[in-house]
Nanobody, 122 residues
């Protein structure tokens, strides 16, 4: 069993940065790949990016490539989403999710966090 808790969201001006954390409970978290998703009001959930269980591979949606970076510290059971050069269209609730097999947009994630709000003002 893995429980995920996101944190680090908040209000930031366009062009600013935030770092989200996805803290996990469970001794086997290091075996899980992790994906980040976001959902804006009135819109469908969108894949942001993902990271392999080793941290050696990452994958990003085109909309955030070059601005967002995913990393992980398995010793701390935490995955991070560093968001730079934020835009108003990045405003959404951000979720992390864990999957044993893959970290892509179509993976069937086993566990989800409750989300953290990110608001980018223009």
């Amino acid at each position: 069993q893995v429980q995920l808790v996101e944190s680090g969201g908040g209000l930031v001006q366009a062009g600013g940065s935030l770092r989200l954390s996805c803290a996990a409970s469970g001794r086997t978290f290091y075996k899980y790949a992790v994906g980040w998703f976001r959902q804006a009001p009135g819109k469908e959930r969108e894949f942001v990016g993902g990271i392999s269980w080793t941290g050696g591979s990452t994958y990003y949606a085109d909309s955030v490539k070059g601005r967002f970076t995913i990393s992980r510290d398995n010793a701390k059971n935490t995955v991070y989403l560093q968001m730079n050069n934020l835009k108003p269209e990045d405003t959404a609730v951000y979720y992390c999710a864990a999957d044993l097999d893959d970290y892509g947009p179509s993976s069937e994630y086993d566990y989800w966090g409750q989300g953290t709000q990110v608001t980018v003002s223009s």
